[in-house]
């Protein structure tokens, strides 16, 4: 699927997973391009859902398939049947994009680096974004466990610094048992703290890469 956001120059917290996942096991490299995939789809339906084609299964060229498609619909229907999903749904505006450039201060170097995020639903009233999540979970206490597997808490921060923002909502919809969880994560919390180290490591590794790579041109 074709989308210009991901031609701009900007650094994403697409780009920095793909520094994560240099140094991921081969394991959690499979698990992630499988949850990405139906993530993909479950966004869509909630966010875009004219894009979705329902009697092909297909959202532009990308074809699913029959269990992908239904088990999408279900986690839809989920989180419509959610009143707090659908009062954000309502208040919120779809696939909104931040960019700004930001300084960073890691390892003793100093750089800038211009950043973009784009969210999923953002709340304009209140000013935090909100990030739809297919999981595996099927209890809150491993909905946690695997946010801090696949890094979304440091997804979270780096979408709160660059759009400057308080606070951060991840909504997951269990692809096993359709149950809704919900997580706000808020600037100097735990979760935030954590996570923004951990993307201040990436965004270095992704600035002394590039520029090595700029050295040798």
Known sequence: MSDPYFLRHEVSNSDLSEMWRIVCPPKIQIDLKTAYRLGTLFDIMVTEPKKANHYLKKIESEQYTDDEWNNAVKM???FRGDPMCMALLGACEGQ?????????DCYGVKFTLPTRVKYDLFEKINHYGVDLKS????????FIAACKNFDYHRAAAWYMDVSQSDQFCIIGVSKKNYKIFKLFIKRGDDLYLEGKDRYDTLAYRYYTT????NESN
């Open 76 to 78: 839809l229907n989920s």
């Open 96 to 104: 909104r994009i931040f960019s700004r450039d930001m300084d960073f």
């Open 135 to 142: 999981t595996a979970a099927t209890t809150y206490k491993t």
């Open 210 to 213: 590039i520029d090595a790579i």
